[in-house]
């Protein structure tokens, strides 16, 4: 069963990019832009846990109970987690 599809506006020059970088690639603009959506989103989100981890680490009480609970989960699986 084909994928559901849709029609998006973008200005004339920014589909002349995406055709010839579609033609680069050997794919589809379809594809390129499948592509492109799911790099962007994965990069926000990374930088979202990221910042989440920075805030944690700014917060003394919470990076001490993060350890603490770390320490926990360690001893009860026997794995290694990230030290921040």
Do not use: N
Not at 47 to 57: I, T, Y
């Amino acid at each position: 069963m084909p994928a559901d599809t849709t029609t998006i506006r973008v200005p004339t020059q920014t589909r002349d990019r995406l055709k010839a970088l579609a033609a680069r690639r050997g794919e589809s603009a379809s594809e390129v832009v499948t592509k492109l959506v799911s790099a962007a989103d994965e990069e926000a989100m990374l930088a979202e846990v990221e910042a989440g981890f920075e805030k944690l680490a700014s917060d003394p009480k919470a990076l001490a109970a993060y350890h603490a609970e770390s320490r926990a989960i360690e001893s009860a699986f026997d794995a290694p987690t990230p030290e921040w």
